[in-house]
């Protein structure tokens, strides 16, 4: 799919995604904030095999209709876009705009989404269930990031589709937010230690690596805060937003509670824990 005229869909993501995670690598390797308590390598591995997994349920939630020969609504955000222009779905439809003030609504409501969504997946139990697996890396760094898990991530892409199908944004603002979200996110996970003068400068519209830490921490009261992966305003506006860990940053710890032990780094524990009941 060309929402880009002359490049690819799958190829755009891709290189956006693999661009932002070496630079992030790297810079955590040049200017790391906190000591890793866990060995870096098998993290990683079941990190990355986890986000291996979900790309495999997305491209397969993308091509249901055509597996089951149905046809329905799209299950993929960016296909649910041109699926609603095309049957006139959606407010910005129906509405003459700019082009480029269609982008910037559509970037700020779908940022707005994702920042609800991040928030009920910690007040719903059963979302919470899953969306613990997240939260269960004992480091957070740019593979936390993408530390997700399967169902998650297709109830995700459901909840996308249906604020899509009613804003009725341009693909061509999708697939940017899309690209932005996952850069971001790598980047306010990532173990980087920036300036105070330029955190402080970033954080008032972009969530930093250090505001995003303070969710990670294993204190419920923090890691019931800073909700946003991209803008800040949300926490802000929402009574949401906590500046810096009680602790602070080298003496706080990340993850949570129970899960104070090696499992969360192996795969098979990761994928499982959601569906376990806790003694």
Same mark, same amino acid.
């Given at each position: 799919?060309?929402?880009?005229?002359?490049?690819?869909?799958?190829?755009?993501?891709?290189?956006?995604?693999?661009?932002?995670?070496?630079?992030?690598?790297?810079?955590?390797?040049?200017?790391?904030?906190?000591?890793?308590?866990?060995?870096?390598?098998?993290?990683?591995?079941?990190?990355?095999?986890?986000?291996?997994?979900?790309?495999?349920?997305?491209?397969?939630?993308?091509?249901?209709?055509?597996?089951?020969?149905?046809?329905?609504?799209?299950?993929?955000?960016?296909?649910?876009?041109?699926?609603?222009?095309?049957?006139?779905?959606?407010?910005?439809?129906?509405? +003459? =705009? !700019? &082009? /480029? *003030?269609?982008?910037?609504?559509? #970037?700020?409501?779908?940022?707005?989404?994702?920042?609800?969504? $991040?928030?009920?997946?910690?007040?719903?139990?059963?979302?919470?269930?899953?969306?613990?697996?997240?939260?269960?890396?004992?480091?957070?760094?740019?593979?936390?990031?993408?530390?997700?898990?399967?169902?998650?991530?297709?109830?995700?892409?459901?909840?996308?589709?249906?604020?899509?199908?009613?804003?009725?944004?341009?693909?061509?603002?999708?697939?940017?937010?899309?690209?932005?979200?996952?850069?971001?996110?790598?980047?306010?996970?990532?173990?980087? +230690? =920036? !300036? &105070? /003068? *330029?955190?402080?400068?970033?954080? #008032?519209?972009?969530?930093?690596?250090?505001?995003?830490?303070? $969710?990670?921490?294993?204190?419920?009261?923090?890691?019931d805060s800073n909700y946003g992966f991209n803008l800040s305003i949300w926490d802000r506006l929402f009574a949401t937003y906590i500046a810096q860990p009680e602790r602070g940053h080298l003496g706080m710890t990340i993850g949570l509670k129970p899960y104070q032990t090696e499992e969360p780094a192996k795969l098979s524990?990761?994928?499982?824990?959601?569906?376990?009941?806790?003694?």
């Amino acid at each position: 799919m060309d929402v880009i005229p002359g490049l690819s869909e799958p190829v755009l993501r891709f290189s956006v995604f693999a661009g932002v995670f070496l630079v992030m690598a790297a810079l955590e390797v040049m200017l790391p904030k906190r000591e890793l308590t866990m060995p870096k390598g098998r993290r990683w591995l079941t990190n990355l095999s986890i986000v291996g997994i979900d790309s495999l349920f997305v491209r397969l939630m993308a091509n249901l209709p055509q597996i089951v020969g149905v046809a329905v609504v799209p299950i993929a955000a960016v296909a649910a876009a041109i699926w609603a222009e095309q049957a006139g779905w959606g407010l910005l439809n129906q509405i +003459a =705009l !700019p &082009g /480029w *003030l269609e982008v910037v609504i559509a #970037l700020l409501v779908l940022d707005f989404a994702i920042w609800l969504q $991040h928030l009920l997946s910690h007040k719903i139990p059963l979302l919470w269930r899953l969306h613990q697996v997240h939260h269960a890396d004992r480091d957070i760094d740019v593979t936390t990031a993408i530390r997700f898990h399967p169902v998650e991530i297709a109830l995700s892409m459901l909840y996308k589709i249906v604020w899509v199908l009613v804003l009725g944004p341009a693909a061509l603002a999708v697939v940017l937010f899309e690209v932005i979200l996952n850069g971001c996110a790598m980047f306010n996970h990532a173990n980087v +230690a =920036l !300036p &105070g /003068w *330029l955190d402080r400068a970033l954080r #008032l519209v972009l969530v930093t690596p250090d505001m995003h830490r303070v $969710h990670h921490s294993i204190e419920r009261r923090e890691h019931d805060s800073n909700y946003g992966f991209n803008l800040s305003i949300w926490d802000r506006l929402f009574a949401t937003y906590i500046a810096q860990p009680e602790r602070g940053h080298l003496g706080m710890t990340i993850g949570l509670k129970p899960y104070q032990t090696e499992e969360p780094a192996k795969l098979s524990w990761s994928l499982l824990v959601p569906f376990r009941r806790r003694g």
